[in-house]
């Protein structure tokens, strides 16, 4: 089996207490005196989501982790006011105050409702101020109804495929155990045509241990995002990543989001890839994390240009670059 796809054990954990007393597990790996790196999941995950990347940066960054409210190890909200954007926030902003002194920065990554967390999160101080860089990977800032393609435009009337999209959102419906059914539709809603069966095994192992209360609960949040105001407000140096067969998110969130942002650091579109990017190419996620920690928290210049570039090829550079070829995983 490949390791990368193994749960990786943490350096250390801990406990994180968020504004409204929200218990916020977090796990901590790599090197300790190396350059931070900040991950947040989204919608169904947990911070076992994250292994793939992990395994591949550990060698050189300190990386923290943390469970969403209501995902994994983290505490649920009691009250309905704990689900929205600005509990998200919260949150992150809970983690950071936690493991990123105060005049220190870190790089973080937001996959999905993650990269929303960063959004939502963009005009706090204690946020801004330990931000270094940003990657906004497989996400929106909303109208997410409306675009995606899970159920395709000849199935029907757009309105008809807005109720669906819906549904699948907030259905409270246990997901019960892995079966050969459940592992065939989540390849076909969140994964390339070209993912692998261990990569498959790995994301019905996280989506079917979310628990469906708080699926739901998300679920209703995300249909109505509107985070448009918040993602302009994004200050740091932000690159944006994207499968191109990504069903949730298509492209043209990517597209859209890259039109706006005041400091671009890159466009990345990877050709055949899911929603599931950290999983399906964990070495295309871990490339741009790591051109963000270099370009914009180690090194000593201020250039905000960020490489994308070929395994050992660091010479290709430009302040905007489409990728168009699909890096081929590294085993650890």
């Not at 989501?49 to 995902?71: E, K, N």
Request: include cysteine; proline fraction near 6%; glycine fraction near 8%.
């Amino acid at each position: 089996m490949n390791r990368l796809y193994e749960t990786v054990p943490a350096r250390r954990e801990l406990a994180v207490a968020s504004a409204d007393g929200t218990r916020i597990h977090a796990e901590e790996y790599g090197r300790p005196d190396g350059p931070t790196v900040v991950l947040a999941h989204g919608w169904t995950c947990s911070t076992l989501f994250w292994a793939p990347v992990v395994r591949l940066l550990a060698d050189d960054c300190r990386i923290v982790a943390y469970d969403q409210r209501g995902h994994g190890r983290s505490g649920a909200p009691v009250t309905r006011n704990g689900y929205g954007t600005g509990a998200l926030a919260d949150d992150l902003e809970a983690v950071l105050e936690a493991v990123v002194p105060e005049g220190e920065r870190a790089v973080l990554a937001g996959h999905s409702m993650g990269g929303m967390t960063i959004m939502a999160a963009s005009g706090r101080a204690a946020v801004t101020d330990r931000t270094a860089a940003v990657l906004l990977a497989s996400t929106g800032s909303g109208r997410l109804l409306g675009a995606t393609e899970v159920l395709p435009a000849r199935f029907g009337p757009r309105r008809l495929r807005r109720v669906f999209h819906r549904q699948l959102l907030v259905s409270a419906m246990p997901l019960g155990r892995v079966t050969r059914l459940s592992k065939a539709a989540l390849k076909y809603g969140v994964l390339g045509s070209d993912s692998t069966p261990e990569q498959v095994d790995f994301t019905a192992r996280i989506v079917h241990a979310c628990r469906p209360r708080q699926r739901s609960a998300w679920g209703r949040v995300l249909a109505v995002l509107d985070l448009d105001v918040e993602l302009a407000a994004v200050t740091a140096p932000t690159a944006v990543l994207v499968g191109t067969a990504d069903k949730l998110t298509p492209k043209a969130h990517a597209r859209g989001m890259a039109a706006v942002l005041p400091r671009l650091a890159g466009l990345t579109e990877l050709p055949g890839a899911g929603h599931m990017t950290p999983i399906e190419d964990p070495a295309a996620v871990a490339r741009v994390i790591r051109d963000l920690v270099a370009d914009h928290l180690t090194a000593a210049s201020s250039d905000s240009r960020i490489a994308y570039h070929d395994p050992g090829d660091r010479a290709k550079s430009t302040p905007l670059q489409a990728r168009t070829s699909r890096a081929e995983e590294n085993s650890a």
